[in-house]
């Protein structure tokens, strides 16, 4: 990979974890030691070429959950991050094998219109415009001058539209995990390869502020079947509901001869 523009450290972990198995418990970043499953192991330098499963995801781990005093510029720190990175980036062929994570390459991406996704995207520049200005009376049943300092308390990931000729999926990002200072609005202007696990099924129009906030509106709304009928509409319900995953790692690739 060639630049990395987001990665869900925490999720990565995690699947390493269930990958390799086991649990880390501690590090002692001064005396170059790692506990893990009750035994200290002395002598483990981090950044050696030590592998994930010896020092770094303890270190990470415990940077987590047990609130160790980790400073965010600390070489420990720098080097879970990156090793965590490699190590997820090299076993990401085998989890594509085992259809433990999805590749997707060559996919444009866009935010569903009237979702969160998309209002987050123009939130940040909507306090440049009046008030009385046409995009904001436009909005005028949101709050709009509070939206982006409430959406950063309320919501965590956000949806966007995936399509490649007649594929058309929903990729979910973690908003903490764009790098280098990117943000949403960026994400559609790149052509990236996108790692991601499956968490589940939506229909687009689930994710319009309305539906969401409105949860008898969505239980109510008929499906496919019931305004078709029950014959020949497999095909039309499977189409109506699209794959939906969590991002893990997304980047732009080496380009290779054949590209």
Known sequence: MQKVIYFDEGSATDM????????????????????????????????????????????????????????????????ISNTILADFYNLSSKLEMEKKI??????QIRPIKNSFSFIKMYTPYIKIFKEDSA????????????????????????????????????????????????SLMDLPKMKLTYYAVEVGESEEEDFIIENEMNVETVSERPSVRELMGDSDITNQEANSSLKMYDVILAGVEVKTDGD
Do not use: C, H, P, W
Request: charged fraction near 25%; hydrophobic fraction near 40%.
């Open 16 to 79: 390493l974890q269930i990958e390799y198995g086991g649990e880390l418990i501690s590090v002692d970043e001064d005396k170059g030691t790692v506990q893990f499953g009750g035994k200290a192991e002395a002598g483990v330098e981090v950044g050696a070429g030590t592998n994930f499963f010896t020092a770094i995801k303890a270190a990470f781990t415990t940077k987590i959950n047990v609130n160790s005093s980790f400073a965010k510029d600390s070489l420990v720190t720098k080097t």
């Open 135 to 182: 995009l904001v009376e436009g909005m005028k049943d949101l709050d709009v001058q509070n939206f982006d300092e409430i959406l950063k308390n309320a919501r965590g990931y956000y949806e966007l539209l995936a399509y490649k000729n007649n594929d058309r999926i929903i990729l979910r990002f973690n908003i903490n995990a764009l790098k280098n200072a990117y």
């Open 102 to 107: 999805y590749i997707f390459r060559d996919f």
